[in-house]
């Protein structure tokens, strides 16, 4: 086979490839466009996608015949230093997951193959007159340009998120640390290495309190706080005179994902009442008992309103028999177990949590590129939290328990959404001007439902919940209404 045409097949699975790892690894599972830690990382993959852009166009349809094969060479020597400073960084950054380690080696071994290929032609190029020689490869060809532009926009995607990004840490760097008790505790943390569990353990430590964090991969977990928390992978590590005050569980498998199949749904279930039943296990084997349970749970307690409802769902609202809400229902029941061991017990029923990471930026994406608009209806009500209100509010109710004088007002159960709650598409239409973008483009319901099953009616029916007992605690909101909330974070 003739080599050249045989290096540009390999260009193709290399982009194929590339396209898998971007979407999979950086954009979903990693999010490394929302990670602060990721920004050099993230600087290198733009500056190496721009040379990449360059050599898929380039060579699509071109042959690079004399001074042109020297350019050629120097290009992929510079890709190959980029590439090998992008392996040191993601080393010392983050702990890669199986997959996306597989993956970057079949794209190394790959890469290299292709490149050793053309260098093969090297000779036979550069003793030719200079020139760019069209020669064209049918559809390869074609394909190959499409990879190129994909890859220059993923480049541009990039750049732009470390630019934000760098914006973003000179804002965390202004705000005020988070105070959670007069006192350094011990905290036991389920669900650290999440969005909102590094942000929380990060703020613990900040505070100058003992962090252990209960996590399926306390390797990853350590390598995420720097060493700085202990890590166990089971509550049977702990010892039954191991101090403990203060518990937080955030742990659950994700939600929104794979169909709500059997399967599915014993393994949601295992997450979240499983692990928090241990939980209730090591308490009521402890010598000394914490003081303290914070309980993640979500509005899907309340189940889903009609289109049209705009009854305000409070704490004391009843649940629904539908999976989400009995999930969540026997959750809550599970965790306020441990009030028979003397602990107190809040459940956090969360609302869609807006972040950096989290469901923000996908639910932004099309509205930046300018398709916006109602999702089914528009009509069904968004119940949501600025993530800083979030850690707040947390704080908020820990020192509520411990003050003798309040702990006594502690409530069971407490919705963590903010004041203000909007339709869907009143939500996208703050969004669209907070990012000067227009919204009129529908999503129709029945791809969401052909998708996602009956999980798609978290998304096209919605709540419209209220923080009731927050409120009435004293707390107060640093971003009550959606504009305030995303012009803070976009």
Known sequence: MNTHLLALQLMAAQGLLGAFDTLYHHELTEALPSRPSARKELWIHATRASFYSLLFIGLSAWQWHGIWALVLMFIFTVEIVLTLWDFIIEDRTRLLPATERVTHTVLAINGGAFITLLALTFPAWFSQSTELQWAPQGWLSVFLFACGIGVGLSGIRDGFAAYALGKVKNREELKMPLHFSDKSESVLVTGATGFIGQLLVNALIADGQRVTVLTRNAKKAAWTFDGKVTCVESMNELPANYPIDTIINLAGARVLGWWWTSSRQVALRKSRIGLTQSLIDWIAKAEVKPALLLNASAIGYYGIQAIGDNTELTEDSPTQNIFMAKLC??????????????????????????????????????????????????????????????????????????????????????????????????????????????????????????????????????????????????????????????????
């Open 329 to 490: 229902h026997d959750w809550e029941v599970v965790a306020q177990s441990a009030r028979q061991y003397g602990v107190q017990v809040s459940a956090m029923r969360f609302g869609m949590v807006l972040g950096h990471q989290g469901p923000l930026p996908m639910l932004l994406l099309p509205i930046k590129l300018g398709l916006g608009g109602k999702l089914g209806s528009g009509k069904q009500w968004m119940s949501w939290i600025h993530v800083d209100d979030l850690l707040r509010a947390l704080a908020h109710i820990w020192q509520l328990a411990e003050n003798p004088e309040t702990k006594e007002q502690l409530k069971p159960e407490y919705n963590f959404t903010a004041p203000e709650t909007l339709t869907q598409l009143d939500f996208s239409k703050v969004a669209a001007k907070v990012l000067h973008r227009p919204c009129f483009f529908p999503t129709p319901a029945w791809p969401m439902r052909l998708g996602l099953g009956e999980q798609a009616d978290l998304l096209l029916e919605g709540q419209r919940v209220v923080p009731k007992n927050l409120l009435a605690s004293g707390f107060e909101f640093t971003y009550p209404d959606a504009q305030s909330a995303l012009r803070s974070l976009v």
